[in-house]
């Protein structure tokens, strides 16, 4: 779902310098994103599921090839009309009998539920019955019949068609028997031996063939059904459930991505949780996992669908909100906050669980090292400010941001020592908008 669709290089921000652990997780996201392309497998795999409608036309475009070619044959005056109205009525109650069969839901009480053995059974039938009404028709009994094996190999076993073979070769020898005794013609019979023992020979060798495809296709389908499970396991903290760095740093690339190609807007929050050290301390480190475990489940329970939330590294958390609005992401981060406090933790627990948010909204065109920063320095104003709260740092107009870069008076991330009165200054200056807004009570 989340892929980067071209490498974007990250250049350190004067404003807000990252440590090394941190840029080089946005390093990871241009080598390893597409590994977790979500979205271009989704689609790969819907292109290849069929719908009812698509099925049918597969099959009236089988049928419809061997009625042409008896057409063309008919023209030519090989064969007579009495045939051609003959395999016309075949089609018509065939078509019938299975468009009620699955209609009805019958067909589910078989344990094929797509009865590609009735149907191919029907077929071959159908073209015994119409080489016993016109002998010339045996022209087209060999390669359509190869053509019918084909169409349900993937579900008719070996063993099941070396008896449809049997049986088909059965039938058409008894055909060739009642043409021989019918007309006494030793030529038309010598012609139908030689048919039937060419049948004889690649019908058997066919089967062989192909009953190997099967097998391929189950070994396949297993194998991509275990790449899909290790692709989802390489998506996912396997300790907490959420997604992991790798992958939640290549959404953030990709739905900043997406947000400058549709002009959606687009919001983060880091969510850092409070005084986890004293927790680790108090409780072990395997408390300490538990208590990230449970935050991960009730933070995850709080957010929407459409949100991402993945674990940034070792107590800090990075949640993206796709085509959402900073007051809409507010209220998101503000819940979470709220159910994390309200939360009914260990009885054993002599510290609260808590945790600060910093939340802010992308400025199309600034890099994903610049966005990242300020949801970064919101965290580190929420830890300053008391913890428990959200912190809102709202976006600077680029044409600001260049302004305020050239007067050399660059907030750093490590420091965040800004007074009330500078940010004051700032605000007044119209440098910055509302630099903090801590929301603990929303």
């Known amino acids: 779902m989340f892929s980067a669709r071209r490498d974007v290089g990250f250049a350190m921000s004067e404003g807000f310098p990252l440590s090394d652990t941190m840029?080089?997780?946005f390093n990871d996201s241009a080598d390893h994103s597409g590994q977790?392309?979500?979205?271009q497998s989704d689609a790969v795999r819907l292109r290849r599921q069929r719908s009812n409608a698509q099925k049918w036309v597969i099959v009236l475009s089988l049928i419809g090839g061997f009625g042409a070619?008896?057409?063309?044959?008919?023209?030519?005056?090989?064969?007579?009309?009495?045939?051609?109205?003959?395999?016309?009525?075949?089609?018509?109650?065939g078509l019938v009998a299975f468009l009620l069969l699955f209609r009805t839901g019958l067909?589910?009480?078989?344990?094929?539920?797509?009865?590609?053995?009735?149907?191919?059974?029907?077929?071959?039938?159908?073209?015994?019955?119409?080489?016993?009404?016109?002998?010339?028709?045996?022209?087209?009994?060999?390669?359509?019949?190869?053509?019918?094996?084909?169409?349900?190999m993937y579900r008719i076993s070996r063993n099941t068609a070396f008896v449809l073979v049997g049986a088909e070769l059965l039938g058409y020898a008894g055909v060739i028997a009642l043409h021989y005794f019918e007309q006494q013609n030793?030529?038309?019979?010598?012609?139908?031996?030689?048919?039937?023992?060419?049948?004889?020979?690649?019908?058997?060798?066919?089967?062989?063939?192909?009953?190997?495809?099967?097998?391929?296709?189950?070994?396949?389908?297993?194998?991509?059904?275990?790449?899909?499970?290790?692709?989802?396991?390489?998506?996912?903290?396997?300790?907490?459930?959420?997604?992991?760095?790798?992958?939640?740093?290549?959404?953030?690339?990709?739905?900043?991505?997406?947000?400058?190609e549709l002009g959606m807007p687009l919001c983060i929050a880091i969510l850092d949780l409070d005084h986890f050290k004293r927790i680790n301390d108090e409780m072990g480190h395997l408390g300490g996992d538990e208590v990230l475990r449970t935050f991960s489940r009730v933070a995850q329970q709080s957010v929407r669908d459409e949100d991402i939330f993945g674990r940034y590294g070792g107590e800090e958390f990075l949640l993206i909100f796709p085509g959402t609005s900073l007051l809409p992401a507010l209220n998101t981060c503000e819940r979470v906050r709220a159910q994390v406090e309200d939360h009914v933790w260990s009885d054993g627990m002599r510290c609260r669980v808590t945790?600060?948010?910093?939340?802010?909204?992308?400025?199309?065109?600034?890099?994903?090292l610049e966005f990242f920063?300020?949801?970064?320095?919101?965290?580190?104003?929420?830890?300053?400010?008391?913890?428990?709260?959200?912190?809102?740092?709202?976006p600077v107009e680029?044409?600001?941001?260049?302004?305020?870069?050239?007067?050399?008076?660059?907030?750093?991330?490590?420091?965040?020592?800004?007074?009330?009165?500078?940010?004051?200054?700032?605000?007044?200056?119209?440098?910055?908008?509302?630099?903090?807004?801590?929301?603990?009570?929303?």
């Open 23 to 25: 840029a080089s997780g």
């Open 36 to 39: 977790f392309s979500r979205r």
């Open 69 to 93: 070619v008896t057409l063309l044959v008919h023209l030519l005056g090989y064969v007579q009309m009495r045939t051609l109205l003959a395999l016309l009525g075949m089609v018509a109650v």
């Open 107 to 152: 067909h589910l009480k078989f344990r094929e539920k797509r009865l590609k053995l009735p149907i191919v059974v029907c077929c071959l039938a159908g073209m015994l019955g119409l080489v016993y009404l016109d002998p010339a028709m045996q022209i087209l009994l060999a390669p359509f019949t190869f053509v019918a094996l084909a169409y349900g």
């Open 186 to 260: 030793l030529a038309l019979f010598k012609l139908e031996a030689m048919h039937f023992a060419a049948l004889a020979v690649a019908l058997p060798g066919f089967v062989y063939l192909t009953g190997k495809v099967p097998l391929l296709h189950m070994v396949l389908n297993q194998a991509s059904r275990k790449i899909r499970t290790i692709e989802a396991d390489a998506r996912r903290d396997t300790q907490l459930g959420c997604y992991n760095r790798r992958y939640i740093v290549a959404a953030l690339e990709e739905q900043k991505q997406l947000a400058d």
């Open 355 to 368: 945790v600060s948010i910093g939340v802010t909204q992308y400025v199309h065109g600034e890099s994903v």
């Open 373 to 394: 920063s300020r949801a970064d320095t919101a965290t580190y104003l929420a830890k300053e400010g008391g913890r428990n709260q959200v912190v809102v740092e709202e």
């Open 398 to 442: 680029r044409s600001k941001n260049a302004d305020f870069a050239a007067t050399g008076d660059v907030l750093s991330e490590d420091a965040g020592e800004g007074t009330d009165e500078d940010f004051l200054l700032l605000e007044e200056a119209g440098l910055i908008e509302s630099s903090r807004a801590p929301l603990s009570n929303v």
